[in-house]
């Protein structure tokens, strides 16, 4: 079992940055792929980023390559989520979600992941 817990959301003006967390507890968290996704209103969830259990490898959405960074710390079994650039198209609920099967390959398809967090809000403002 995993336990995924995100904080960080918020209100953010376009242009402003916003970091996000997810701290996971339970199974050792370092050999676990971790993602970001988001879900808007009205739409499907999506694959943000994601990062292999060591770090050295990740994945983006093109729609925030060069705006989001996807990163670990793996002694203190959280993620993050560097947003900057944002803009309104941003505004979704972000969840972080657990891969307990595959340490070194990364995948944008939300079925790959077993486990996933609550959510957290982020908008932002034009």
């Known amino acids: 079992q995993v336990q995924l817990v995100e904080s960080g959301g918020g209100l953010a003006q376009a242009g402003g940055s916003l970091r996000l967390s997810c701290a996971a507890s339970g199974r050792t968290f370092s050999t676990n792929v971790m993602a970001w996704f988001h879900q808007a209103p009205g739409k499907e969830r999506e694959f943000v980023a994601a990062i292999t259990s060591s770090g050295r490898t990740t994945l983006y959405a093109d729609s925030v390559k060069g705006r989001f960074t996807i990163s670990r710390d793996n002694a203190k079994n959280t993620m993050y989520l560097q947003m900057n650039s944002l803009k309104p198209e941003d505004t979704a609920v972000y969840y972080c979600?657990?891969?307990?099967?595959?340490?070194?390959?990364?995948?944008?398809?939300?079925?790959?992941?077993?486990?996933w967090g609550q959510g957290t809000q982020v908008t932002v403002s034009s």
């Open positions: 979600a657990a891969d307990i099967r595959r340490f070194e390959i990364v995948s944008k398809w939300s079925k790959e992941y077993d486990y």
